[in-house]
């Protein structure tokens, strides 16, 4: 079964950087989408960024590009959001997905497994 695990969420202050990291294990290929996710109360869960493992094929949703970057390490199975020039609205927890896909999504209804969430709270 696939199983994904996050970590490098935190507290920053706006105009700081993080780092997520999704680890992935449990998959039958090398070439899937995966995305990361996030939510906060009151708020549907939303795309923030997806990418092909198989290729340089990304979305990013319009609040976090040219902030945000997702890449996939294939060597060590991870996946990565790095986050620069964060902003107070960026607060939420953060969730990494994979999908077995045809097209990359963008949408949390489009991907089959999800991992455990980290916080990335912005303030002053």
């Known amino acids: 079964q696939v199983q994904l695990k996050e970590s490098g969420g935190g507290s920053v202050q706006p105009g700081g950087s993080l780092k997520l990291s999704c680890v992935v294990s449990?998959?039958?290929?090398?070439?899937?989408?995966m995305g990361w996710f996030r939510e906060v109360p009151g708020k549907k869960r939303e795309g923030v960024a997806t990418?092909?493992?198989?290729?340089?094929?990304?979305f990013y949703d319009e609040s976090v590009k040219g902030r945000f970057t997702i890449s996939h390490d294939n060597a060590k199975n991870t996946l990565y959001l790095q986050m620069n020039s964060l902003k107070t609205d960026d607060t939420a927890m953060y969730y990494c997905?994979?999908?077995?896909?045809?097209?990359?999504?963008?949408?949390?209804?489009?991907?089959?497994?999800w991992g455990q969430g980290t916080q990335v709270t912005v303030s002053s």
């Open positions: 997905a994979l999908d077995y896909c045809t097209w990359l999504g963008s949408e949390p209804y489009e991907y089959d497994y």
């Open positions: 449990g998959h039958t290929s090398s070439s899937y989408c």
């Open positions: 990418i092909w493992t198989g290729g340089d094929k990304t």
